[in-house]
């Protein structure tokens, strides 16, 4: 029999297909995600955030194995390192920090998530942690934490990863090539979309040791790209929120006193007039956010100050209401010395609640140490 489809009907056959593509990569880069627990979309989970460590000896030591610990202990869907595996000044950007690292995500049970911090790569290039060449340190960033698409941890998933050589590299002798943003990752679980954004602190490398406008415009292009697929995707897929996973504190309003530059909340323009690095992008986002009107969480580090609360305005200075800042603990940034307060923050998920989101910090009993454990 023959079938004759009017142009109407390709055009709802081809919008099908479309959204079926959509939905299948999605669902092809989850894994032991689907569905969140047990199958069940509308079962509730939790998962473990932390970043901005461990920044000495004692953190790495002793701090972070007693919380990796503690997260192993509770029932984690993944956990998401949001940037900053070490201090700032005074420690090698080497290969080193990175293996340190890797096996800490790996001895974590749930599948661990990490996004780069300025203090892993952008500020490699300072004489202080062994004058690297950033960009050099990123490619070798990609090579070792996301040199496939699922995530590390003892438990894995699979993700949707930005395999388009859209961003900047820089190989070992120093000569420039285009490729992947992979580290850039999304995924969906128990109804919610989730993605993480290669957006450091340090100006988003704008300014200190070496800015790299070329390296900057071509990611930060990138980066507003992955934000709006995964708007598009969480609607194409009926998600009921979106969590977006980045390391910088980019600055909402006049009064953060933890950045150095403010910013106009209506106009989204820093005050001071030094190198902005997120303008454009907090300006795309802000769209997004109010097109999409369900929940949206905006994880990152950069500024260690725990905190969870509302600061994004619209252009006529009125609250998003569905937009929620949350920062990690990070290292405690006003200590004389660095010590071994490591905490993290646990997000309890249930995609059937109004809010979706909700927030534990979790105190390590071991890593107490203003007040001891009882």
């Not at 690297?132 to 003892?154: A, D, H, K």
């Not at 609607?235 to 977006?244: D, H, I, P, R, Y």
Request: aromatic fraction near 10%.
């Amino acid at each position: 029999m023959t079938i004759i489809r009017t142009p109407r009907a390709q055009l709802i056959l081809g919008a099908l297909a479309t959204l079926l593509l959509v939905v299948s990569v999605t669902i092809g880069f989850q894994g032991s995600g689907v569905g969140g627990v047990q199958g069940n979309a509308n079962a509730e989970y939790a998962i473990g955030l932390w970043g901005d460590l461990p920044y000495s000896a004692i953190q790495a030591t002793v701090g972070v194995p007693n919380m990796i610990a503690d997260m192993n202990s509770q029932k984690l869907a993944f956990t998401a390192h949001n940037g900053d595996l070490k201090q700032g000044s005074g420690s090698p950007c080497d290969d080193a920090l990175y293996n340190q690292s890797l096996g800490f995500f790996n001895a974590l049970e749930a599948p661990a998530i990490f996004t780069p911090g300025d203090n892993d790569w952008t500020d490699c290039d300072r004489p202080a942690n062994g004058g690297f060449s950033s960009l050099e340190r990123l490619s070798r960033e990609r090579q070792i934490f996301f040199n496939t698409n699922r995530t590390m941890g003892q438990r894995t998933f699979t993700q949707e990863v930005q395999a388009t050589p859209l961003c900047l590299g820089e190989k070992p002798d120093h000569s420039r090539l285009s490729e992947p943003c992979v580290e850039n990752r999304r995924w969906t679980y128990g109804r919610v979309t989730y993605a993480t954004l290669n957006i450091p602190g340090s100006c988003n490398n704008l300014c200190d040791t070496n800015p790299d406008t070329p390296e900057f415009s071509a990611r930060n292009a990138a980066n507003i790209a992955w934000m709006k697929e995964t708007f598009a995707v969480a609607n194409a897929t009926s998600s009921v929120a979106v969590m977006l996973i980045s390391q910088a504190n980019p600055g909402f309003d006049l009064f953060d006193t933890t950045r150095i530059s403010p910013r106009d909340p209506r106009t989204l323009i820093q005050t001071d007039l030094l190198p902005d690095g997120f303008q454009v992008y907090l300006a795309a986002l802000r769209n997004e956010v109010i097109a999409f009107r369900k929940p949206v969480a905006y994880v990152h580090g950069d500024s260690h100050y725990f905190r969870v609360d509302r600061p994004f305005l619209d252009s006529l200075g009125r609250r998003l209401e569905n937009f929620t800042r949350v920062e990690t603990f990070g290292n405690n940034a006003s200590a004389v010395t660095l010590n071994n307060d490591v905490q993290w923050l646990k997000v309890l998920v249930n995609p059937g609640s109004r809010e979706v989101f909700a927030y534990q910090a979790q105190i390590v009993p071991g890593n107490r140490v203003a007040v001891p454990a009882p």
